[in-house]
T-cell receptor, first 111, second 114 residues
């Protein structure tokens, strides 16, 4: 299983773009990068995933480096409701496996 | 459609008692996970069920913990002879695909062992 490194905490002003980095230098070729977030007292919520191309959905954008050893989750216009712990986790494309989370980044959006 | 549901939402028990936590996954999801999260801590993997395969029990912290999944749907996590260190939020999740799929989490069961 690939291990991940994320900064333990980050702050961002409301309305600004929040850029959350994740290092996954040991990711294997058959693993996607998945991002989840956990708002206080709730279960984690899926945000976005990608393999090697940049991805965008209604929640966020995902930038994956060419060597796939790191990625950045971008919340383009952060709101107070985006305050949460954000987890990145490499996940196999196929095959049964457990989903393992690191410590994540606690993102605080300030008014 | 309905998401992952868990019951009870809160459980308070006395040290030494057994508890059962229930998870109803999203209909049709073949994979089911249990995690626990102690106060201020990250998500700790406990056990993973995938279809008819033998479950991955590598995260269960002791033999007091067990889980079963009946009929490929509902799952029950049982903790025997509870200890105070078992106090945590127990989260269940399910996914549609074998790996590589989105995982959907339930709201969790908050267990407090007095």
């Amino acid at each position: 299983d690939a291990k991940t490194t994320q900064p333990p905490s980050m702050d961002c002003a409301e309305g600004r773009a929040a850029n959350l980095p994740c290092n996954h230098s040991t990711i294997s070729g058959n693993e996607y990068v998945y991002w989840y977030r956990q708002i206080h007292s709730q279960g984690p919520q899926y945000i976005i995933h990608g393999l090697k191309n940049n991805e965008t959905n209604e929640m966020a954008s995902l930038i994956i480096t060419e060597d796939r050893k790191s990625s950045t989750l971008i919340l383009p216009h952060a709101t107070l409701r985006d305050t949460a712990v954000y987890y990145c986790t490499p996940t196999l494309i196929q095959g049964a496996q457990k989903l393992v989370f690191g410590q994540g980044t606690r993102l605080t959006i300030n008014p | 459609g309905a998401g992952v549901s868990q019951s009870p939402s809160n459980k308070v028990t006395e040290k030494g008692k057994d508890v059962e936590l229930r998870c109803d996954p999203i209909s049709g999801h073949t994979a089911l996970y249990w995690y626990r999260q102690s106060l201020g801590q990250g998500l700790e993997f406990l056990i993973y069920f995938q279809g008819n395969s033998a479950p991955d029990k590598s995260g269960l912290p002791s033999d007091r913990f067990s889980a079963e999944r009946t009929g490929g749907s509902v799952s029950t996590l049982t903790i025997q002879r509870t200890q105070q260190e078992d106090s945590a939020v127990y989260l269940c999740a399910s996914s549609l695909e074998r790996g590589g799929g989105k995982v959907f989490f339930g709201p969790g069961t908050r267990l407090t062992v007095l």
